[in-house]
């Protein structure tokens, strides 16, 4: 371990990336701290720390940013919602988006100026119903003789902040090391752990610190390793599908003949479903403190939080839409068996063409039906085993948190290793 640390400060390419990943996200975090102009901070925090699930799971996501009411107050969750609906268009909804998607790198650059544009309007969005919704939703008042020209510069502010972290993301993409915006919401998470474990020892300790609240506490601490040993068995597993490919002769020289492998991913699509199913779930009660107090809208706000029976049917029907939706947007069975008969390639006992394409189809749904169930299960397994311990709801969140704090952190250490690979050095996983 320490040899590969040492390894990866010798790679220059290497050390200046991490480095740039590091100072972007010190910036993150002191705007966390910057609060907006005119709104009483510490009233908010004080409501804040009593408030419901599904606002403790906003200011999980934004690092403490929402409950501080500052500039990265609404986070990047417009953004994932902007290309949760630019992905969905892309697939044949909206004819010129379908035909940019096919145009490789230049196409994707048209649908990322899209997404852009899409997260400035719901950012202005998110950012009125946040200032309007905060405003109104404990019963007091954080915005002193507010109007609705105050309400429209916060969310200017809010939008502003959010199209920053985006740009902050898109830096990390291109010159730093892993994807952006999903370190950024790792950086959030990872800010909030010693929040979690102070509230866990008040709840459980600095009250009664007798032998049965340790044993609940070594309970607590058994059951997220073994959900960090489950997430990674989850994340690192593959189902090779053997090809061989046929023997050419393309002049004196002979091609092909060798054998090799298709690896498909249990779980192909990562932590992308989990970040798209909050967000969605998470639009509606945005759109309803808009009109909060009125009775569709307290039905709305009520009904849809985490840890009610709607909510959580909605949570992992989305998550294992999103599952199945991401993967076949990233793995298409056609075009890859496509691939294959071209190439001269073919999986023993199927015959190449649409018997391949439908092996590939069958194969990837029954992988993915299994990654999907694993993230649906991971992610409700906290709240269930947290309101069974009798945790705060704050805590009760931990199981969305982990699975994507744990997915990143793999994703972001094998690009590390295949950098480390590349240039003859030990990694973490190989030795």
Same mark, same amino acid.
């Given at each position: ?40 901070? &510490? ?7 009593? !408030?419901?699930?599904?606002? %403790?799971l906003l200011n999980t996501f934004s ?23 630019? *992905?969905? $268009? ?6 010129? =988006?379908?035909?940019?998607?096919? *145009? ?39 915005? &002193?003789?507010?109007n609705f020209v105050d309400y429209l ?20 993409? &291109?010159?730093?090391? /892993? ?15 010693? +929040?979690? @474990?102070?509230?866990?020892?008040? !709840? ?30 989850? *994340?690192?597993? @593959? ?11 393309? %002049? ?30 998470? =639009? ?33 029907? #989305?998550?294992? /839409? ?51 169930? =694993?993230?649906?299960?991971? !992610?409700? =397994?906290?709240? #269930?085993? %947290? ?19 744990? +997915? ?10 295949? *950098? $480390? ?11």
């Amino acid at each position: 371990m320490f040899t590969t640390v040492s390894n990866i400060w010798k790679v220059q390419d290497l050390r200046r990336r991490i480095l740039f990943t590091l100072f972007v996200l010190l910036i993150y975090r002191i705007g966390a701290f910057i609060p907006v102009p005119g709104v009483d901070t &510490e009233t908010l925090k004080a409501a804040g720390s009593s !408030s419901e699930s599904l606002f %403790g799971l906003l200011n999980t996501f934004s690092g403490g940013a929402l409950f501080n009411f500052s500039i990265f107050a609404i986070g990047i969750t417009p953004y994932i919602t902007a290309s949760i609906i630019v *992905q969905l $268009l892309s697939m044949d909804v909206i004819p010129k =988006f379908a035909e940019w998607a096919k *145009q490789g790198e230049d196409g994707k650059k048209k649908l990322a100026q899209i997404t852009r544009y899409g997260t400035v309007i719901l950012g202005l969005v998110q950012g009125l119903a946040t200032a309007i919704g905060f405003n109104r939703m404990y019963g007091i008042t954080i915005i &002193e003789n507010a109007n609705f020209v105050d309400y429209l510069v916060i969310a200017i502010i809010l939008t502003a902040g959010t199209a920053f972290l985006m740009w902050l993301g898109e830096q990390i993409t &291109e010159k730093g090391i /892993g994807n952006g915006i999903s370190i950024i919401i790792f950086a959030a998470i990872v800010a909030g752990l010693p +929040g979690h @474990i102070r509230t866990i020892y008040a !709840s459980e300790l600095a009250t009664d610190a007798s032998f049965m609240n340790y044993i609940k506490v070594l309970l607590i601490l058994l059951v997220v390793i073994l959900m960090i040993v489950g997430v990674i068995f989850i *994340q690192q597993g @593959i189902r090779k599908i053997p090809v061989q490919y046929a023997k050419r002769v393309v %002049g004196r020289k002979m091609y092909g003949g060798q054998s090799t492998h298709i690896p498909m991913k249990v779980n192909g699509a990562g932590v992308i479903p989990v970040i798209f199913a909050i967000s969605l779930l998470m =639009f509606p009660v945005t759109i309803a403190n808009f009109w909060s107090g009125k009775v569709w809208a307290n039905w709305v706000i009520e009904n849809l939080k985490y840890d009610q029976p709607l909510g959580m049917v909605l949570y992992v029907l #989305l998550i294992v /839409g999103f599952t199945f939706f991401y993967t076949f947007v990233q793995i298409n069975p056609v075009q890859m068996a496509d691939q294959m008969k071209k190439n001269g390639g073919y999986i023993p006992g199927i015959r190449p063409g649409k018997p391949t394409s439908s092996y590939l189809t069958r194969v990837l749904t029954r992988i993915t039906l299994a990654g999907a169930t =694993f993230l649906a299960v991971i !992610s409700l =397994f906290p709240v #269930l085993f %947290g309101s069974l311990a009798g945790l705060p709801t704050s805590v009760q969140l931990g199981g969305t948190s982990l699975l994507i704090v744990v +997915g990143v952190a793999l994703d972001t250490m094998k690009q590390i290793e295949s *950098q $480390l690979i590349k240039r003859h050095y030990k990694g973490f996983i190989n030795k």
